[in-house]
């Protein structure tokens, strides 16, 4: 529960939507394939802490991507709940049909900064997946369903090192144009600062409304909720995450998870910033999918409410 003494900074956004991509983004690149049941109860946890929009699944060719290859299953089983959202990643038409066959609700189409990486990633050059996604887009605002746009390697790329701003903020422009209503900046390999997060949000910021940007930070060099931290500074008020902090993306050698769900709504309560999410309740999601995987949380928030909680179950009354 936040504490009542705490103080808002008026120069940070009130209120905070965290995109919760655990499902999606934490589960892709799992070597041994996690039970569609395991994954239809830690999305229903997460509802249950009050997460409202979840990346359940992606519709990507199951050969790249074996460990999504259940997607349409995981969105049946999961009971739908007003005011929550069951979003998936879709790479072409054939992706977005089984969204929609699937009874999804948004779809995010996924392209890159560097040429390389989209390559690796998606099989194509940036320019062919732009003209991949436009009719991706224009039929899926046809059925309906809103378009989320994702940049990868928007602060370095494992292939090509450095990323200019102006790269980043052209590519956010092209999906932005098509129809995206929302660019979410992904620091796939977590090589981020927040000096480097804040010049490339200006950059991207004079092509694109702020409040269209998302930030999507993995947290390889421990910087991830720093970069948060300069992103809320930049105006920018939708962050991805990861509960448990799992995850990476398998185009991305040596990337780890995206920051914790966790440790961002213990930073947003810290700062009087809304979530709608009950941090103890979100922990215990964490605590579920960790056990499942037979690893410890890399939330510093998880293991320390937990530590806290052994020892006030260890003091005698
Ligand atoms: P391709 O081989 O060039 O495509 O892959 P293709 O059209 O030639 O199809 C090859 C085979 O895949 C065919 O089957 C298609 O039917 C099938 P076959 O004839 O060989 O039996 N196929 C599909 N099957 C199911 N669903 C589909 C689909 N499309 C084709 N949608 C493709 C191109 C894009 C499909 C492939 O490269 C792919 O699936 N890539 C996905 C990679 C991926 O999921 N990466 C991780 C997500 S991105 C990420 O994590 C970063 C992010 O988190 C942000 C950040 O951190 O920066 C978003
Ligand atoms: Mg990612």
Not at 5 to 13: F, N, R
Not at 257 to 265: I, R
Request: glycine share 10%; net charge negative; hydrophobic share 40%.
């Amino acid at each position: 529960m936040r504490d009542a003494s705490i103080v808002s900074d008026p120069s940070l956004p009130a209120r905070v939507r965290i995109v919760e991509v655990g499902p999606r983004d934490g589960l892709q690149n799992e070597p041994s394939f996690v039970s569609t049941g395991t994954k239809v109860e830690l999305i229903e946890r997460l509802i249950d802490a009050g997460v409202s929009y979840i990346e359940a699944a992606s519709f990507v060719s199951p050969k790249w991507v074996p460990q999504m290859a259940d997607g349409a299953d995981v969105l049946t089983r999961v009971g739908r709940r007003d005011g929550v959202t069951l979003a998936a990643l879709v790479p072409n038409l054939t992706g977005l049909d089984a969204a929609i066959a699937a009874n999804c609700e948004e779809v995010a189409v996924f392209a890159a900064a560097s040429e390389r990486f989209s390559q690796k990633n998606i099989n194509c050059s940036i320019a062919e997946s732009i003209e991949r996604f436009a009719p991706v887009i224009a039929r899926a605002t046809a059925a309906g369903l809103r378009v989320r746009g994702y940049v990868s390697c928007v602060l370095g790329c494992p292939f090509e090192g450095a990323i200019a701003p102006g790269q980043v903020a052209s590519v956010a422009e092209r999906l932005y144009r098509l129809g995206c209503y929302e660019i979410s900046l992904g620091d796939t390999i977590g090589a981020g600062t927040p000096n480097k997060t804040r010049a490339m949000l200006d950059a991207c910021a004079q092509r694109v409304p702020v409040s269209a940007l998302a930030g999507h930070f993995h947290d390889t060099y421990g910087m991830a909720i720093a970069n948060v931290y300069a992103a809320l500074q930049s105006g920018v008020s939708t962050f991805d995450s990861s509960v448990s902090g799992i995850g990476g993306c398998p185009y991305s050698p040596g990337a780890t998870g995206n920051v914790a769900s966790e440790d961002v709504v213990y930073l947003c309560d810290e700062l009087g910033i809304e979530t709608g999410i009950d941090l103890a309740k979100l922990a215990h999601a964490g605590g579920f999918i960790s056990d499942a995987l037979e690893r410890r949380t890399s939330s510093r928030v998880a293991r320390a409410l937990d530590g806290k909680r052994r020892r006030r179950e260890a003091t005698p009354v």
